[in-house]
């Protein structure tokens, strides 16, 4: 599994961004998907999950009722809109595969992981 994120950018506070996170090498519907970040200085931190079939999300407090984490099949792409952005959301941002994981909320259950790309948002 080849995972490619993108979408990332410098953003002002209260505005939007979509990330993207194309896969490769395995359909989307059988693969649980992750995304974290990791703040400058900082340790990796857990974001949002969408399950393996896309039944199921999962959300850190920290982003819940502001980011929706998607899948389109048919582009074998995994999507983390984020709204409402704040400052403490600058990170570089990762996303996951576990290829043989319902669902994961923590880096060791993901075995595939993406490039990062950064998020800045700016006060």
């Known amino acids: 599994v080849q995972l490619q994120a993108s979408g990332g950018g410098l953003v002002q506070v209260g505005a939007s961004l979509t990330l993207s996170c194309s896969v490769s090498g395995r359909t989307l519907g059988r693969v649980g998907m992750g995304w974290f970040r990791r703040p400058l200085g900082k340790a990796r931190e857990f974001v949002a999950a969408l399950s393996m079939g896309g039944s199921t999300t999962y959300y850190s407090d920290s982003v819940k009722g502001r980011f929706t984490v998607s899948g389109d099949t048919a582009k074998n792409t995994v999507y983390l809109q984020m709204n409402n952005l704040r400052p403490e959301d600058t990170a570089v941002y990762y996303c996951?595969?576990?290829?043989?994981?319902?669902?994961?909320?923590?880096?060791?259950?993901?075995?595939?992981w993406g490039q990062g790309t950064q998020v800045t948002v700016s006060s």
């Open positions: 996951a595969a576990a290829t043989d994981r319902f669902l994961g909320t923590e880096g060791y259950e993901y075995n595939e």
